[in-house]
């Protein structure tokens, strides 16, 4: 699946573009697709405001990051209007996790986001688990986006790329907790989903390494 073409952005940053090639992105497609079957997406809402955030999601893994105006942002271990637990995260993924942090914990949550054409996600950092010594991984599916990447404080000067259906994209070490987000996605960049949009899957590891 890797094409070799690894590219270091930033100490701890780095992208591999085409990991996936187009048959590996439609069986990881096929199987995210059976996932969301069993934990269907929702609209997740902002804390304290309530105010609805333009992705769906769910999630894979013994964990699901989630986020209401009630509680928050968290990891729990049920789908929170189904109240079942989330289905496994997809072999391929873990493999990939394997091939990439070798030396990591293995992952417990993979966040699975979908963009609309008119979906965005402001700057921010991942920093809900416990574990930071691990890696944040980013599989993108579908039409491209305009992804941004900036420094450890919000006001940070950022630099900006397209993320491709294929790309993975890392942020570990020095770059774990850079802030990042996505401006914009490129309707008709990928003939991947049907109808458009794009699929963005994010393993974390959640809880301290043993």
């Not at 902002?46 to 990891?75: A, Q």
């Not at 942020?171 to 008709?188: A, C, N, S, T």
Request: glycine share 10%; proline share 11%; with cysteine.
């Amino acid at each position: 699946m890797a094409n070799g073409n690894e590219l270091v952005l930033s100490p701890g940053v780095r992208l591999l573009p085409g990991y996936f090639d187009r048959t590996s992105q439609e069986d990881l497609l096929a199987e995210i697709r059976a996932a969301v079957a069993e934990a269907p997406l929702f609209v997740p809402r902002m804390p304290r405001t309530g105010k609805p955030m333009s992705v769906r999601m769910t999630n894979c893994g013994p964990l699901g990051w989630v986020t209401d105006k009630e509680r928050g942002y968290r990891y729990q271990p049920l789908h929170p209007e189904t109240g079942k637990p989330w289905p496994a995260i997809p072999p391929r993924l873990l493999d990939l996790w394997k091939e990439v942090a070798p030396d990591a914990p293995p992952p417990e949550a993979c966040l699975v986001n979908f963009y609309a054409p008119d979906a965005r996600m402001s700057l921010h950092q991942d920093r809900d688990e416990h574990e930071f010594s691990a890696p944040v991984l980013s599989v993108s599916l579908g039409d491209a986006c305009l992804f941004r990447i900036g420094g450890l404080a919000r006001n940070d000067p950022t630099k900006s790329f397209r993320l491709h259906s294929g790309d993975v994209f890392v942020l570990g070490g020095e770059g774990r907790l850079l802030f990042h987000g996505v401006d914009r996605i490129y309707p008709g960049t990928s003939d991947l989903l049907k109808n458009g949009g794009r699929v963005n899957l994010t393993l974390r590891r959640v809880s301290p390494a043993p």
